[in-house]
Each structure stands twice: as C-alpha cells, then as structure tokens.
C-alpha cells in the first residue's frame, strides 16, 4: 500500500486532474492533501469536487490549510476573525468567482452545503508510521495534538529543525517557486508553485517518487531520495 502526498492546489483544477490520471493510485492506497484547495487559482469550487469524487474510490486524508481557515472564517465574518475583506484580498475573489457569485451578503449560500461540509472536516494532522503530513509544519518536542495553529497552518519553516529524529515530515504551505520538491533534513516541501504556472506535486513517500502537472496539462515525473 503506498501513501501519496499532494501539494497546495490552490484552484488549479486541470492540474489535479491531469495528476489524478496519471498516478498509479489504486483503492488500497492513501492519498493525503495536505491543504491549500481553494483561492488564488481560478476553479476552487472544482478541485473541491474532484477530491469530494476521489473520496468515492480511494482512502483519501484531506488536511486543513490557512486557506480553508479564511473562508471558514469568512463564513462567520465576526471579530476575531479573519474578515471577509481580508479574505478576498488573499484570493477568495477568485473562489467566489468559480461559485459564479462576488463578496456580495448572499455569497455563503452560493457554496454547496456539501463543500460547506468537506472544508469543516478537514484535519489539522495526520499520521502513518514514521511519516506526519501536515500543512506548514510542526514545533520539535511539542506533541502533535498540542501543536499551536500558528505552526500547524500559518508558519513558514524554511530551514526546520527535525520535529523527531525518527519522522519524515511532508508539508506544503512554504512555496518552491522554482517548481521543485525540497528536502531540508527530515522535512519534504511539495508546495511546487501550482498556482503560480509551476507545478502541482504528488510525492509517494514510500518510494520517493513524484509526480508533477500543470494548468496547461503537461506532466513531469522523477524520484527524490528520501533517506539521505
């Protein structure tokens, strides 16, 4: 059984659907997300529904990325929050625009109870042996379940020390704008730049092999070594 990761989609559709279709992936296999779906890329609301789809067929972890808090906090627009405002600025206009609706009051009832649903039960972790898939990244000697928010969804740790000797730690959020897989110690970035006309990444972490697709549908595959 192999556990593959995908990086941040951030509403790049025909990428996560040309990267669906070309993985080895079959209904014994994991298939984690590690957050960032929706916002600055054009077809939120259709990468949603191709993971709701791939949910159906394969084992399928969605992790929650700072992204899906924004809308989530949007929703509720109260003090304390993350304001509406605040979160069209960082690439909800682009999500509401894929629901075919603006900032405008009746914006909520726009979003499909069942998109509703799948951002609120989106995971703050996960774990499966020596791997831990998360969105940003974790503090070393915390325990996962006391982790702060800043560091599960918010913080980019570009040089981490290792949150456990003995665990690979596979993490989006912190973009690698030049389209490549990053392994800084025993934590794996896949945060390829989907959005910004690089790559969506899917790294099969049992293996070290990757695959990578873009908005104009051309693939990418390689093998990065995970033990070094």
């Known amino acids: 059984m192999a556990i593959y990761a995908i990086g941040d989609v951030h509403g790049c559709s025909v990428a996560l659907k040309t990267l669906l279709n070309t993985i080895p992936v079959s209904s014994s296999d994991t298939l984690v997300f ?43 627009d109260e003090p304390g929050y993350v304001s509406t405002k605040e979160w069209l600025f960082f690439g909800g206009e682009e999500t509401l625009a894929s629901y075919n609706t603006n900032g405008a009051e009746e914006w909520r009832n726009k979003v499909p109870v069942n998109h509703w649903e799948f951002l609120k039960r989106t995971k703050s972790y996960y774990e499966a042996g020596p791997y831990i898939f998360v969105h940003a990244g974790l503090e070393r000697g915390i325990p996962l379940n006391e982790q702060s928010e800043t560091s599960l969804f918010w913080k980019h740790p570009r040089e981490p020390e290792n949150y456990a000797d003995d665990k690979l730690l596979i993490c989006g959020h912190t973009s690698q704008k030049n389209g490549e897989i990053r392994k800084y110690n025993n934590t794996v970035f896949i945060d390829t730049y989907a959005y910004g006309g690089k790559w969506l990444s899917c790294l099969d972490v049992t293996s070290g092999l990757y695959w990578q697709a873009n908005e104009s549908g051309e693939t990418n595959t390689g093998k990065i070594n995970l033990l070094e």
């Open 34 to 76: 590690l957050g960032d779906y929706i916002d600055r890329g054009f077809d939120s609301k259709g990468v949603i529904d191709q993971i709701l789809d791939a949910s159906e067929r394969y084992q399928v972890i969605t992790l929650r990325g700072n992204h899906e808090i924004m809308m989530l906090d949007a929703r509720l």
